[in-house]
């Protein structure tokens, strides 16, 4: 070998064995390639030729006894690219299709092409090569694979790497940078534009890992702020754990540790925030494991009424595994990631932390945002940093939005694709309950009028309770349920009205005008309960409101307040049917009007089918 092709095969394999590559794609192409004597054909542009050596390394370090072979032209550049590539056990085979009537080897590189692929060798060619056009399979490869009868595996590669100024924009690769190879699902004797459509679909995933897993400033000041915040981060914890917000024993899940393994098998990524998501969720996870009777999944929340709520699922412990989510900082999510190696992340509707995000696309995890929801004051917030939000809404999967405005957010942000399947919530079942208790509580109450005020937040439970008082002059009967959103505020609520409290097993009697359910999970019981109820979060305070379609789904007369801007097509979708209300008098006139019909017609949509199949196709392709 003389100077220069040594000096170049120096530089190549310290850049390429410098690299921190990311493999990932079809499981059964890599274990096609990395399975000795069973001759396959690899399939890759051309432009990433220079790159291809990295593909050998990795399956011979799986499997030493592959054979590699690989077709490259006669020319100057293909003689001096088997020269530097000879050393690491890949040998050229040289010839190339015939052009203008010139003889350039092609019948006899393809004799000897199929030999070594009898003979159960990998055999790798660059469809558009030598010379192009770029990007467009030529018949090489297609009569290949169909006269040797077997697969070809589409092979997309790309690292950190300068772009020489060639006919295809050859990589070249610069060294302790970042590469990805992507293998495509084999395909067997394909057509020409099928195995186009392939390759380009796995070329443009690679460049996209490539180009998410490399860091600009913010990210870096993101995980420095991240790790800077750590130690107040667990002084919070401390101090969240003292007041029963968090759950001895587990928290050192918010750092990414604690018991547990790993389950064999496919393992999906859900989280959702808190209550509301979790419920919306849930179906989804169902119509997942249904499909998939071999997968695991792994739901995570932030809050511990959340957690109780998945505690409750019938498959908990034994299908589905629980943990809290770590803190977005880099270490914590480290561990996180390493423990549990989700194939694809889901997170529900405005769960959007560009450290989790981040760290899941350098690992090529892809992350999917289900029931998407971005509030006009998200949206300003996230407009006022253009760069770091852009760069986040890219490296997402998919989003599939709630709605057009919501998706029109998404979109100028910078998300793509972006679906509008409809609102989650609109597709989940009835509210559970239980039945018995249900029974009990019908004979305490009798024939009383029940109104249940929902997930009051604070402001509210005083003009609700003020509209109840005034409507008693009319109904001195009626009996008055109050449901505040956070179960926790019951101590400070019974001592400021006086009131009795579900938590503290007090019932209500028949003078009762007031009874407070301070308990988690329990709005089908009560909506169950009620002939007429109102929606909190949306009288009072900054307000975005809460799921209508809850209450309406089992045919109770609602009404909300005015600020109702997190549920705008919710709204608008059963405007016919639900009552806003602007202050006290208007509740109370409403409370004493007579009960209103409900439309629960067009409630149910098959949102959680569509999502399902979407979700299975991106982690499997």
């Given at each position: ?9 120096l ?14 794609g ?13 001759g ?8 990433s030729?220079?790159?291809s ?5 990795w ?24 020269d ?33 692929l009898?003979s159960?060798?990998?055999v ?8 192009g ?14 006269l040797?009868?077997?697969?070809v ?27 990805a ?9 394909p ?11 796995v ?6 890992v ?9 990210d ?8 800077l ?6 002084v919070m ?6 007041r ?42 169902d ?14 929340t932030?809050?511990?009424?959340g ?11 034994q ?8 803190h977005?900082v ?5 561990r ?6 989700p ?28 029931n998407g ?13 253009p ?17 057009p ?26 509210l559970?309950y239980?039945?018995?208790?249900y029974?009990?509580?019908k ?11 929902a997930?009051?937040?604070?402001g ?8 109840a ?33 579900r ?14 359910a301070?308990?988690?999970g329990e ?8 002939d ?44 016919d ?16 009007s ?28």
């Amino acid at each position: 070998m003389t100077l220069f092709p040594r000096l170049l095969r120096l530089w190549l394999g310290a850049c390429l064995h410098s690299t921190r590559w990311q493999v990932s794609g079809s499981p059964r192409a890599l274990e096609t390639l990395t399975t000795a004597n069973q001759g396959t054909v690899v399939a890759f542009w051309h432009r990433s030729l220079t790159l291809s050596p990295a593909l050998w390394f990795w399956a011979r370090t799986l499997e030493p006894r592959l054979a590699l072979r690989v077709l490259i032209s006669r020319n100057p550049d293909g003689m001096l690219i088997a020269d530097v590539v000879r050393p690491w056990g890949i040998i050229g085979i040289h010839g190339s299709s015939s052009k203008k009537g010139k003889n350039k080897g092609g019948a006899a590189v393809l004799r000897t092409a199929l030999k070594e692929l009898e003979s159960g060798s990998l055999v790798g060619i660059t469809p558009d090569g030598p010379r192009g056009p770029a990007e467009q399979v030529q018949p090489g490869a297609v009569a290949l694979s169909r006269l040797a009868r077997c697969a070809v595996v589409p092979v997309g590669m790309a690292s950190t790497s300068l772009r020489l100024p060639s006919w295809d924009g050859l990589a070249f690769p610069l060294p302790f940078g970042r590469g990805a190879l992507i293998m495509g699902e084999p395909l067997f004797q394909p057509d020409a534009t099928t195995l186009q459509s392939a390759l380009n679909d796995v070329s443009r995933r690679a460049e996209s890992v490539v180009r998410h897993r490399q860091s600009n400033l913010a990210d870096r000041l993101w995980r420095v702020a991240g790790t800077l915040l750590a130690p107040a981060l667990t002084v919070m914890l401390r101090i969240r754990l003292h007041r029963g917000r968090e759950l001895p024993g587990r928290l050192r899940e918010r750092m990414g540790l604690g018991s547990g393994r790993r389950p064999t098998g496919q393992l999906l990524w859900i989280h959702a925030a808190s209550v509301g998501e979790t419920l919306c969720a849930l179906p989804l996870a169902d119509a997942l494991l249904n499909a998939r009777p071999e997968m695991r999944i792994l739901f995570t929340t932030a809050t511990v009424t959340g957690s109780e709520i998945v505690g409750r699922h019938p498959l908990y412990g034994q299908r589905i595994i629980h943990r809290f989510i770590p803190h977005d900082v880099p270490r914590w999510l480290r561990r996180f990631l390493n423990l549990w190696q989700p194939e694809g992340a889901i997170f529900v509707e405005s769960e959007l932390w560009p450290g989790i995000i981040a760290a899941c696309s350098r690992r090529d995890i892809p992350v999917m945002l289900v029931n998407g929801r971005l509030s006009d004051r998200s949206a300003r917030r996230w407009d006022r940093l253009p760069g770091p939000a852009q760069r986040m809404m890219k490296r997402l999967t998919w989003v599939a939005a709630r709605g057009p405005e919501d998706a029109a957010r998404f979109r100028r942000l910078g998300a793509s694709p972006v679906y509008e399947d409809g609102d989650l919530k609109q597709d989940a079942p009835p509210l559970p309950y239980d039945e018995s208790e249900y029974a009990r509580l019908k004979t305490l109450i009798g024939k009383r009028p029940v109104f249940v005020a929902a997930s009051t937040h604070p402001g509210e439970e005083e003009r609700v309770l003020e509209a109840a008082e005034n409507a008693r002059r009319l109904q001195p009967d009626l009996l008055t349920i109050l449901v505040p959103r956070h179960p926790a505020r019951g101590a400070e609520l019974a001592t400021r009205f006086g009131l009795p409290r579900r938590s503290m097993d007090q019932d209500p009697t028949p003078q009762t005008a007031v009874w407070l359910a301070d308990t988690l999970g329990e709005l089908g019981l009560f909506y169950r309960l009620a002939d007429r109820c109102f929606l909190g979060n949306s009288l009072a305070g900054k307000g975005g409101g809460h799921n209508p379609f809850e209450p309406l789904r089992l045919g109770v007369p609602t009404a909300t307040g005015p600020r109702m801007e997190n549920w705008r097509e919710a709204m608008a979708a059963v405007s016919d049917t639900i009552r806003i209300v602007n202050d006290v008098e208007d509740l109370t006139r409403w409370l004493e009007s007579p009960l209103p019909p409900v439309r629960a017609a067009g409630l149910q949509r098959s949102v959680v089918s569509v999502l399902r199949d979407r979700i299975l196709e991106t982690v499997e392709r």
